[in-house]
């Protein structure tokens, strides 16, 4: 079965500067996609980045970008020039293709702090 | 365009009761899905339709159902609400075509079992 791991429940890091996010995940496929969400206190989920397995370059959307290890099955988040805006809930996922069904497989999530 | 829309915003039933949820999908998706978010944890997935039919289902009992309406907006039905039932429930819609897979999610409905 598909796992996704954060092993960091809780980081924070100083306005403007640059914090990584960690994600790991367990697949037998060789084609899926990885998505970072954010939530925010106010609870909407929003999609931050995603990245195709089948594409060796990462993933870049402004400060954010990501790192992806295909043979590690690592997929972590970084963010740039840190905002107060980017405070929230941070959940890594998988996208996995299982009995017909496009789930979505999350991750425990990361809680972001920005201080000023 | 507007996003994805649920209702309500927050409910508290009693144990033993019914619920219905609702959800509206971006226009022009076809596929919703429905998560539940306990307090602190990530998303588990309960059930994708597409075309207004379920293609897939989490480990979820079968106290929860779903459909799906010609209009593909989506109802998401628990009967027998037990405490640990008490989540926030996600509507995800996504349009399902090739390169575009994205699921876009909704504010969600705060269920509250007393």
């Known amino acids: 079965a598909q796992t996704v791991t954060q092993s960091q429940p809780e980081m924070s890091v100083q306005e403007a500067e640059t914090v990584t996010l960690s994600c790991t995940y367990d697949t037998s496929e060789s084609d899926y996609y990885l998505f970072w969400y954010k939530q925010p206190p106010s609870r909407q989920m929003i999609l931050v980045i995603r990245q195709e397995a089948y594409k060796q370059q990462n993933a870049t959307e402004n400060r954010f970008s990501v790192n992806f290890q295909k043979a590690a099955k690592s997929f972590s988040l970084k963010i740039s020039d840190s905002q107060l805006g980017d405070a929230a809930m941070y959940f890594c996922a998988y996208r996995a293709l299982i009995q017909g069904a496009q789930k979505l497989v999350f991750g425990q999530g990361t809680r972001l702090t920005i201080n000023p | 365009d507007a996003g994805v829309t649920q209702s309500p915003t927050h409910l508290i039933k009693t144990r033993g009761q019914h619920v219905t949820l609702r959800c509206s999908p971006i226009?022009?998706?076809?596929?919703v899905s429905w998560y539940q978010q306990v307090l602190g944890q990530g998303p588990q997935f309960i059930f994708q339709y597409y075309e207004k039919e379920e293609r897939g289902r989490g480990n979820f009992p079968d106290r929860f159902s779903a459909r799906q309406f010609p209009n593909y907006s989506s109802e998401l039905n628990v009967n027998a609400l037990l405490l640990g039932d008490s989540a926030l429930y996600l509507c995800a819609s996504s349009l399902e075509s090739v390169g575009n897979y994205e699921q876009y999610f909704g504010p969600g409905t705060r269920l509250t079992v007393t």
């Open positions: 226009s022009g998706h076809k596929s």
